[in-house]
């Protein structure tokens, strides 16, 4: 079946890195996606990596892929009180690809 | 240009009202989404565009009408709507229909219903 875990919350210092986790079960996915949301905003697409890939760096984020183990992570790196948000985990899935998402991880950065 | 613009941000309605939601992309995509969010829950999916034929309707009432005038504009119209329909409807973008690339999405619309 089609199901995405993920922690719900996670509190971090500011400059700490946070690291956001996230399982699946599909194994037929191809593109793994990390989206933010701000309070009261839209979704960011943040990053994605696909599904070959087991790493993929952008600035401060870090994506890591264990394909075997079905485990996505995201790392920030020098986390700042403006990456307080709620993360979510997104694959695609099916024939139809639809997006199956996780119910987010809601970062809370403290200064 | 990347975005996804949604208009209006926000809307209050009542429930014999009939009113629009709209959603505009000038970066090429093929394929257009409308979502229903929910306080704190994922978005969950309502309708998937492809070249501008309705290709997946996720069982959504018929309250709900979309429409897709252009490549480029998607439109959600809303008529006699429930309470519990309150909640950010988003729209999204993506190339194609099968979401193998970036899907955009656009800011919302946190809609009321009264």
């Known amino acids: 079946g089609e199901d995405v875990e993920q922690s719900l919350f996670l509190s971090v210092r500011e400059g700490d890195s946070s690291v956001i986790n996230c399982t699946y079960t599909?194994?037929?996915?191809?593109?793994l996606y990390w989206y933010k949301q701000e309070p009261g905003a839209g979704l960011q697409l943040l990053t994605y990596?696909?599904?070959n890939m087991d790493m993929k760096q952008d600035q401060r984020l870090t994506v890591l892929l264990n394909k075997k183990d079905k485990h996505l992570s995201l790392r920030i790196a020098d986390t700042q009180t403006g990456d307080s948000a709620i993360y979510f985990c997104?694959?695609?899935?099916?024939?139809?690809?639809?997006?199956?998402w996780g119910l987010g991880t809601s970062l809370a950065v403290n200064p | 240009d990347t975005e996804v613009t949604q208009t209006p941000k926000h809307l209050v309605m009542g429930m014999t009202n009939k009113k629009s939601l709209k959603c505009e992309q000038h970066?090429?995509?093929?394929?257009m989404y409308w979502y229903k969010q929910k306080a704190k829950k994922p978005p969950e999916l309502m309708f998937v565009?492809?070249?501008?034929?309705?290709?997946i309707n996720e069982s959504v009432p018929s309250r709900f009408s979309p429409e897709c005038p252009n490549s480029s504009l998607l439109n959600l119209h809303l008529h006699a709507l429930q309470p519990e329909d309150s909640a950010l409807y988003l729209c999204?973008?993506?190339?194609?229909?099968?979401?193998?690339?970036?899907?955009?999405f656009g800011q919302g619309t946190r809609l009321t219903v009264v």
């Open positions: 565009y492809s070249y501008e034929k309705l290709s």
């Open positions: 970066m090429g995509h093929r394929a």
């Open positions: 599909d194994s037929s996915s191809t593109y």
């Open positions: 999204a973008s993506s190339l194609g229909r099968r979401m193998n690339t970036e899907a955009f």
């Open positions: 990596i696909f599904s």
């Open positions: 997104a694959y695609n899935a099916g024939n139809n690809r639809k997006l199956i």
